[in-house]
Nanobody
Framework: QVQVAESGGDLVQPGGSLTLSCTISGLALAPMAWFRQVPGQEREPMVCISRSGATVRYAVDSAEGRFKISRDNGKNTIYLRMNSLKPEDTATYYC???????????????????WGQGTQVTVSS
């Protein structure tokens, strides 16, 4: 059974930084993605990374240049480093294995259908 566990969310001031972590178990090496969701809105894809980590794609223009995804396959963990945080980044952040990491975020479907609890990021002064 696939399980993902997100962590690292916190309350941070605008301009601050956070690093989110996502530990995966029960799954062979897979492309992964970070998503975020604001109450009342659909979960949206943010950024994905290929199995090897060589390919990274951003779905949200505002994240590129501020957010960086990485992975440590030896630890079955992916990370999301977020810099220059803005109040509009406030959301619950989720990670998930996806079918593919490519130029089309609509293709980044959760390959297992399982969502973790997410981790809350609040950007506020």
């Amino acid at each position: 059974q696939v399980q993902v566990a997100e962590s690292g969310g916190d309350l941070v001031q605008p301009g601050g930084s956070l690093t989110l972590s996502c530990t995966i178990s029960g799954l062979a090496l897979a492309p992964m993605a970070w998503f975020r969701q604001v109450p009342g809105q659909e979960r949206e894809p943010m950024v994905c990374i290929s199995r090897s980590g060589a390919t990274v794609r951003y779905a949200v223009d505002s994240a590129e240049g501020r957010f960086k995804i990485s992975r440590d396959n030896g630890k079955n963990t992916i990370y999301l480093r977020m810099n220059s945080l803005k109040p509009e980044d406030t959301a619950t952040y989720y990670c998930a294995p996806v079918i593919v990491c490519n130029d089309y975020p609509s293709d980044w479907k959760n390959s297992d259908g399982y969502w973790g609890q997410g981790t809350q990021v609040t950007v506020s002064s």
